[in-house]
């Protein structure tokens, strides 16, 4: 898939006024589609969710670039947007909702770090991209996270071990909860928090070490 | 790293985090067994354990953004049904508010729409809304922005469109203003007044902050978005910190109450509490903690534990330390400095404002409503009901010292009731009518539910909180008629649900207690109380019947059983209490740390013995060696509850209770003297309680009741004057309680006794004309009492008790007709009462001792007359003594009844018969005392009665003089 980075060029009303209800139907029936084993309705859905995953964070992107307000918008109210947008019908089963939500997250994922990448604002994503920490009190000096760093981990956590790197997708990208991700995933909330738990771990050893490699 | 060996590191690593520290080394060189390239990336992941506590990647990474804007950008212009939308004026956590306009019409008409976020779960039903809008829409005040219409967008977000209200924040209004505080208590007023008219249509805000409350410039204050928060509820998700937390983001945490952080049941309490934080912040500039945004944890933490700092003290606090982005801290206010400001909120708005906040909801104001009031009052200068101190103490001031309070109360309930009558009716036909929607059927009833919980626990739990108070009486008639027409109407619509059904045999229980519970501050009710018991049981009978094994329902069927028990005959009552003691044991076996049932197992146990040869009961079986062993298992229970609360009140009351129905069958069996121990012991206690709480009247009670037994048991033993001492002052006692609440008829009962006992320790004594003065008065009292319920057995057994008293004070003075009258009515009513329950020992044992008394009197005018009530009073006794020989207490009396009617039978020697009857009276008179000398139970006072007894046996020539025999029982 070609990554299109985003400009404020293609963000704005345009895209949404041309999403017409026959789309989200489409949506619908692409999600029912997977969910039956129907791979390529995986390709063709994620045709229609990156663009405007794309969208929406683009914009705000795209505003960041100006140095304006500070607000912050979560990863999770995008996707849960996109979603609203694209299949936001209450008739869809919920194992739809959660397939939708595990392509959004690992989108959601690609696109933020296609950003972060293309700025060249790789190291500690100055600018754009911050985190809310819970602890941002306590690690006043630096509460971003290199996603480009992130982003090489996961990509290594990927080989090894699938689950895993599959679970931080969801909870990070996706901002979804251990119980959404339990669901997403057909796992039990105590494998999830597990998993999740030893993945954190390793992510964070790794990013110190690739922290120690560039600051050195 | 290949997936085979990262799955080895991850159970190496796993099973690592599961021990603590100090045991993973020896674990590791287990777990590894010298594969060092293991040991070492395990090691070296467990030196970032602190993710777990620090929430590395913990919170989904967020962008900044401008969605305001975008938003704005995005839907301005679009139509959303009729509605065009022109701009965005307002956002927040649940979603954005846009100015719109309908479209379609000629002119233009603006409203505000409300566009709403949804998480991923979100339970939205466009039915459903459309259910609760249209409750909504009904709410018609003019302080309250109308709902106007509302559904949901293309895309499936739901909207509502509201009146459109120009205005300003109310706290803002304030500000800008510079209102003074009177001005803000006014505004804020009528802003109660609003909320309580909603709540009157059953409608919770749920979401009350200053954002929600505009005014506008003509200075009326509009509330917004009332109801807006249920439709958009949360609620069937599970309950996880997460999902609370994630609704309290929702919500705005600085108004919320601790029920709805907690994610408990939201009521019109929580709408109070919101009102309590709005008016401190209006008052104070500030929020009446500080919340730390960063952590839902402790947010959550401090609204439920932290009390809030009075807002007196709060607007001399340096800036900084009130909560983020206060107003500059009273500078606003048009009051002045801080000093004064701080001077002008001491006290009543202290109070106030702090009643509103208080965590338990049960604790605030009643109802927005008598928050609105106790500021009015306050602002014309009357006290307010708000109390600092504990709810009880609070609602002793209220009733005892503010008239304007009970009618407070009285205006509550009706409103309540009608409000009641209402959703009844819904519910009802909501049920009735299958046609209608499932959703509205659900929602109806779930109103009908809330209501349900407010009435219940208005009626029961404002009733507890009172019910020991002084002069309570008469709002606790009241709220027994309210409950009462409450309870009917429901129990017409309860039939097919077990749960309400289970709840209203509760409640009429509780009803008859309140009504007529002898055990309890009662009001005399008697028949009004066994009706309610038998609504209870007929409710709560065919549903045991299904649900054989369920031990909510057995435990209540324990509780029914337990109070029908004292509304019945001797031997059902024992039945009874047995029945209750029976489930109440096998239950506790089950649940052996179940305080509650523990207490109500002793308290079966306390009651039970007292219906087994107890003096004090009016009615019981026979049997001293079985009420004592009740006694014993009762105190037994009880006094570890005490051990582990030194303090509490009601584990106090109870041993109280117990030891004193020890004591009780240690005198009965003949041991007062170790009957006292347990008495004073006891009693020294129970003084401290009530220097520490001299307002509990129960205490005071209590004390008064066991101080009237020392004195019984000190005067038995012949030390009269150390009764008196003891008598005198518990007298006082219960006189000052009974004319502090002339309708409490349980005082009355306890007062009718006080004097009967103070005027026979005054004859014995001497004082005459004192002791007909009390006697009357009990007989006076005895019959104001029969006049309120002239079928209660209670009442009756009193009377009787007083004619016998007087008739006896009466023949000391010389007027031996009008006395052998007295006397002559009590033996009546009392012989009655045996007709009326033949299994009671009790009525049967007063009536023997009534006729000694009668038979005293008759002696010295018709002594004919005095040998027969002698005999009747000998045939009556002497088959109860032999049933139960331990009786110490009734053995006297026969002993006594033996030697007069011996005297009798000699003195009116007309023929041969009467001396030989005569001495075989006195024989087995003798007898008696000789064996209860064996046993070591006779008493000084009874040794000249025994010595006269032994004599007149020797006079008679009996073969069996002075000997004792071994037999002697059997010869009664």
């Not at chain 2, 339970?123 to 219409?149: G, W």
């Amino acid at each position: 898939m070609t990554r299109i980075l985003c400009s404020a060029k293609e963000t704005g009303f345009g895209v949404c006024a041309a999403l017409s209800s026959s789309s989200s139907s489409h949506v619908t029936e692409l999600l029912a589609r997977w969910s039956d084993g129907d791979a390529a309705a995986r390709e063709a859905l994620i045709a229609v969710v990156y663009p405007e995953l794309r969208r929406l964070a683009g914009k705000c992107l795209a505003g960041q670039q100006r140095h304006q307000q500070h607000q912050t918008l979560q990863s999770t109210a995008l996707v849960h947007e996109a979603y609203l947008r694209l299949a936001g019908q209450s008739s869809l089963r919920a194992e739809n909702r959660a397939h939708f939500f595990a392509i959004a997250a690992r989108l959601m994922r690609e696109i933020l770090v296609d950003h972060a990448r293309s700025r060249g604002a790789a190291k500690r994503g100055a600018g754009c991209l911050t985190l809310s920490f819970d602890e941002a009190v306590a690690l006043p000096r630096r509460p971003q996270i290199d996603l480009v760093a992130l982003d090489d981990a996961l990509n290594e956590l990927t080989v090894m071990d699938p689950r895993q790197s599959q679970i931080v997708d969801l909870r990070f990208f996706g901002g979804l909860s251990i119980e959404d991700t339990s669901q997403v995933l057909g796992l039990s909330p105590a494998t999830v928090k597990r998993e999740w738990s030893i993945a954190r771990m390793w992510l964070q050893r790794e990013l110190r070490r690739s922290e120690a490699t560039h600051d050195s | 790293m290949i997936p085979e060996r990262w799955q080895q590191v991850k159970d190496v690593l796993q099973g690592a985090l599961e021990l603590s520290e100090q045991w993973r080394k020896t674990f590791l060189d287990d777990a590894c067994q010298g594969d060092r390239p293991l040991r070492q990336e395990v090691e070296s992941l467990l030196l970032h354990e602190n993710v777990l506590t620090e929430g590395f990647l913990r919170s989904p990474v967020a962008v900044s953004a401008q969605d305001v804007e975008r938003d704005a950008a995005s839907w301005a212009g679009r139509r959303i049904g009729p509605y065009e939308i022109i701009e965005i004026i307002g956002e927040g956590g649940m979603g954005s508010v846009y100015r719109a306009a309908r479209a379609d019409e000629q002119y233009q008409k603006q409203v505000a729409i409300k566009i709403v976020k949804l998480g991923l779960h979100t339970p939205f039903t466009l039915a459903r809304f459309r259910a609760e809008r249209q409750i909504l829409a009904n709410l018609e005040h003019p302080n309250i922005a109308r709902l106007l219409d509302g559904g949901a967008t293309e895309a499936g977000l739901p909207y509502v469109v509201m009146e459109l209200i120009d205005g300003q924040p109310i706290d803002q209004y304030c500000e800008a203003r510079k209102l003074s505080v009177e001005e803000r208590l006014r505004l804020f007023r009528t802003v109660c007044l609003a909320v309580q008219y909603a709540h009157q249509h059953l409608v919770v805000h749920r979401d009350l902050k200053p954002a929600n409350i505009l005014v506008t410039a003509d200075g009326i204050p509009k509330l917004l978005d009332f109801g807006i928060a249920k439709i958009l509820d949360t609620g069937s998700i599970p309950g996880g910190t997460e999902t609370t937390i994630g609704f309290m983001l929702m919500l705005t945490p600085e108004y919320a109450s601790p029920e709805q952080v907690r994610g408990d049941t939201v009521t019109t309490a929580s709408d109070v509490y919101s009102l309590g934080v709005i008016l401190y912040r209006l008052l104070t500039g500030r929020h009446p903690y500080s919340l730390d945004r960063r952590s839902p944890e402790l947010m959550m933490k401090t609204i439920c534990d932290t009390e809030p700092v009075r807002p007196s003290a709060a607007v001399q606090r340096p800036e900084g330390t009130a909560g983020e982005g206060a107003v500059a801290a009273g500078d606003g206010v048009a009051d002045g400095t801080a000093d004064k400001l701080s001077k002008r909120l001491r006290g009543d708005l202290d109070n106030v404002v702090l009643m509103a906040l208080r965590k338990d909801e049960h604790r605030r104001y009643l109802s927005a409503g008598q928050f609105a009031e106790d500021i009015q009052r306050h602002l014309e200068s009357l006290p307010v009901i708000a109390r600092k101190d504990t709810a009880r103490y609070r609602a002793s001031k209220f009733v005892a010292r503010h008239k304007v309070g009970v009618v407070a109360v009285v205006a509550i309930l009706l409103t309540l009731a009608s409000g009641l009558a209402v959703t009844l009716r819904e519910a009802r036909i909501a049920r009735q009518q299958t046609e209608i929607a499932r959703q509205q059927r659900a929602q109806a009833e779930e109103r009908f539910k809330d209501l349900r919980q407010v009435a219940n626990s208005f009626m029961f739990e404002f009733h507890d909180s009172i019910k020991h108070l002084a002069g309570a009486t008469p709002v606790r008639a009241l709220l027994v008629r309210r409950s009462r027409d409450y309870l009917d109407r429901l129990a017409h619509d309860a039939n097919g649900d077990p749960s309400l059904q289970q709840e209203l045999g509760t409640a009429y229980m509780k009803l008859g207690d309140i009504q007529g519970n002898p055990a309890e501050a009662d009001l005399g009710d008697t028949n009004g109380a066994k009706v309610s018991y038998q609504n209870a049981l007929a409710i709560l009978q065919p549903l045991l019947a299904s649900h054989p094994n369920e031990p909510a329902l057995q435990l209540q069927a324990a509780a029914l059983d337990e109070r029908i028990a004292l509304h019945s005959s001797a031997q059902e009552c024992v039945d009874r209490l047995h029945k209750a003691i029976y489930i109440r044991e096998a239950l506790l076996a089950d649940n052996p740390a179940d305080v509650q049932l523990r207490r109500d197992l002793a308290s079966s146990y306390a009651e039970l013995s007292l219906h087994y040869a107890n003096p004090y009961t009016i009615s019981y079986l026979l049997g001293s060696a079985t009420g004592m062993r009740y006694a014993r298992k009762s105190l037994d229970l009880r006094q570890p509850l005490l051990d582990a609360a030194p303090n509490d009140a009601i584990s106090l009351f109870d041993v109280f209770e117990s030891y004193h129905y020890v004591a009780d069958m240690l005198w009965v069996t003949g041991h007062p003297r170790e009957a006292l121990h347990y008495q004073m012991s006891i009693r020294d206690r129970m003084r401290a309680f009530i220097e520490h709480n001299p307002t509990n009247s129960e205490a005071r009670r209590l004390l008064v009741t066991g101080e009237g037994r020392v004195a019984s048991v000190l005067e038995e033993l012949g030390e009269l004057s150390r009764a008196w001492e003891v008598l005198q002052p518990a007298y006082r006692g219960i006189l000052a309680i009974g004319a502090a609440d002339t309708k409490n008829v349980q005082i009355q009962r306890q007062e009718i006794s006080g004097y009967n006992q103070v005027g026979e320790l005054a004859l014995r004594m001497g004082k005459l004309q004192e002791a007909i003065r009390d006697h009357r008065q009990a007989v006076a009292f005895s019959l104001s009492l029969i006049k309120i319920d002239p079928t209660n057995s209670d009442s009756q057994y009193r009377l009787a008790n007083s004619y016998q008293a007087l008739g006896n004070a009466l023949a000391v003075g010389g007027n031996l007709k009008e006395a052998e009258e007295n006397s002559g009515k009590g033996a009546e009513i009392r012989q009655s009462l045996v007709l009326a329950d033949p299994s009671d020992a009790r009525g049967r044992y007063a009536r023997a001792k009534n006729l000694l008394d009668l038979g005293n009197i008759q002696a010295r005018g018709s002594p004919g007359h005095a040998l027969r009530s002698f005999q009747d009073g000998i045939a009556i006794l002497a088959p109860m003594v032999t049933a139960d020989p331990d009786d110490w207490l009734m053995e006297r009396t026969l002993a006594d009844l033996y030697s007069v009617a011996g005297l009798a039978s000699v003195d009116g020697a007309q023929i041969t018969r009467s001396q030989r009857q005569g001495c075989s009276f006195f024989l087995k008179g003798a007898a008696l005392w000789r064996d209860m000398g064996q046993r070591n139970v006779l008493i000084e006072v009874d040794r000249p009665k025994f010595e006269a007894a032994a004599r007149r046996q020797r006079e008679c020539g009996s073969p069996q003089g002075g000997r004792p025999t071994g037999n002697l029982k059997t010869n009664r």
